[in-house]
């Protein structure tokens, strides 16, 4: 992958000495200050550090909340409320831990979007995006067993719907659903027992997460990163070394976030959550509309569309599942959708639909809310099952240019001045 010489150089004696023995800084120098990075890259390829900043984030002050948090039906809720009050910094660190969640999958759906928009999951970088599928896969499991952990009255029904789901296995083996459904309880309800696992396991997921993040970056850094054209990195004018230019990228973009991100916790810490989580746990009183976190919406709304239970099971789990085939369904040999005139159009109303089902997830499942989702969702999988396929072979792209630098530099694509990049002769 190099297109540039490697510019480490041990500097101490110390460092000599651990460069003959175990290069590891040779090696992170390769991989985050040398390694070639597209030099056209946007602003949308800051979130994949964004998304490494929010999962620190979310260990780090999670670790924190868990000092001082119980995980007990009785003291789960009032433990929330007095770290809060009485730990010191306590709201602060709560605030960030909850708004992190939700910044956190605002981070990954640009990501995936991007991914889509420039056909980063096309070849060679299949495997990296089906990480990615894994790793959203991960963070939702994480997001929704976090969410119980308030014991407010919609952590305590929405793991009562959520759970309660499987029961739909019984249309095909009776029996077999309620048994998973008590088996995941460890119990007749949704109680201490359940509080506890799923503490242990919203505890343990993250450390997963980051594993999987090691091996999504590791792909990355095998086959490179795309870019706006799609183009691949041809000689060493399309590329820049990461550090101080993509870098310098992140850092701003980072900057930006972060700010977004304060905002939330300082004046809206709520704005994002459901005032229902501020009533304690109450197996008596169901809440008149049940609802997710925003970030679970478009995917309740696919769930609620199909009439029948194990349908909108099957259908929910398929929306999701349904994005490690992508590579294989899009058919067209061009990446990015910049020259793809129909497909574009097809993928902006796509992303317009994901917002939609997000919009009447939220809403009562009756009457047109319930015939709109049914739209949206019949959309959502003809766009990977008929679009993907069928434009990809009949669509003529539009002009491209013949190298990334010629997109952004023009003419020969030369680079001049600070620009250029140390090249490899
Ligand atoms: C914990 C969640 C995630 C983390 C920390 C993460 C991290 C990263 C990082 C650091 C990069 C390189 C910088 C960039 O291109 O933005 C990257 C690239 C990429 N990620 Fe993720 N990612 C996550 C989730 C996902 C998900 C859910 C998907 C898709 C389903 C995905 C697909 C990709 C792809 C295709 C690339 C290469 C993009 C390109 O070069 O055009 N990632 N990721």
């Known amino acids: 992958m190099s297109q540039h010489e490697s510019t480490y150089k041990p500097g101490s004696r ?7 023995r175990l290069p590891l800084m040779r090696m992170m120098h390769g991989q985050f200050v040398d390694f070639p990075t597209p030099r056209n890259l946007n602003y949308l390829w800051t979130f994949g550090g964004i998304l490494t900043f929010c999962l620190v984030v979310q260990i780090v002050t999670g670790i924190v909340l868990a000092m001082h948090y119980i995980p007990h039906a009785e003291m789960a809720f009032d433990s929330v409320e007095k770290i809060r009050r009485d730990v010191n910094y306590g709201w602060l660190i709560r605030n960030v831990h909850a708004v992190g969640a939700s910044m956190f999958f605002f981070a ?3 990501h995936m979007a991007r991914g889509l928009y420039y056909g980063s999951y096309k070849a060679p970088r299949e495997v990296l995006w089906i990480l990615g599928v894994l790793l959203f896969l991960l963070m939702m499991a994480t997001g929704f067993l976090g ?16 759970t309660n789901l499987f029961s739909s296995l019984d249309s095909i083996i009776p029996g077999l659903g309620t048994k998973i459904v008590q088996w995941l309880w460890g119990g007749y309800s949704v109680s201490t027992v359940t509080l506890n696992r799923f503490f242990s396991l919203h505890y343990l997921l993250p450390f997963v997460i980051v594993g999987v993040v090691a091996l999504h970056i590791w792909a ?3 086959v490179g990163q795309n870019n706006p054209t799609g183009l691949d990195i041809k000689t060493a004018n399309d590329s820049v070394p990461m550090a101080p230019h993509a870098v310098a990228k992140d850092i701003f973009g980072l900057g930006v976030f972060v700010i977004l991100f304060a905002w939330f916790v300082f004046f809206a810490p709520d704005y ?3 005032a229902d989580n501020y009533v304690q746990a109450n197996p008596l009183v169901t809440p008149p509309h049940i609802v997710p976190e925003w970030y679970f919406l478009p995917f309740y709304a696919i769930l609620r569309a199909i009439p029948s239970k194990l349908g909108g099971v099957i259908a929910m789990f398929s929306a999701i599942l349904i994005l490690v ?12 959708a910049r020259y793809r005139p129909i497909f574009k159009w097809c993928l902006w109303f796509f992303f317009f639909s994901v917002l939609a089902l997000g919009y009447l997830g939220g809403k009562p499942a009756e009457g047109v809310y319930v015939a ?6 019949v959309y959502y999988f003809a766009f990977f099952l ?17 190298s990334i630098a010629e997109s952004v530099l023009g003419g020969s694509g030369r680079p001049t001045g600070a620009a250029a990049a140390p090249a490899k002769h």
């Open 372 to 377: 709109w989702a049914q739209f949206f969702t």
């Open 220 to 222: 990355l850094h095998v």
């Open 386 to 402: 008929l679009i993907m396929p069928i434009v990809g072979v009949m669509e003529t792209p539009s002009a491209m240019p013949r």
């Open 272 to 274: 994002l959550g459901h």
């Open 108 to 110: 990954v759906y640009i």
């Open 147 to 162: 969410y119980t952990l308030p014991w407010g009255q919609m952590s305590f029904w929405g793991v009562t719907v959520i």
């Open 325 to 336: 085939f992508i590579p294989w369904l899009d058919t067209s040999r061009v990446r990015s």
């Open 14 to 20: 110390l460092e000599h000495w651990m460069d003959e």
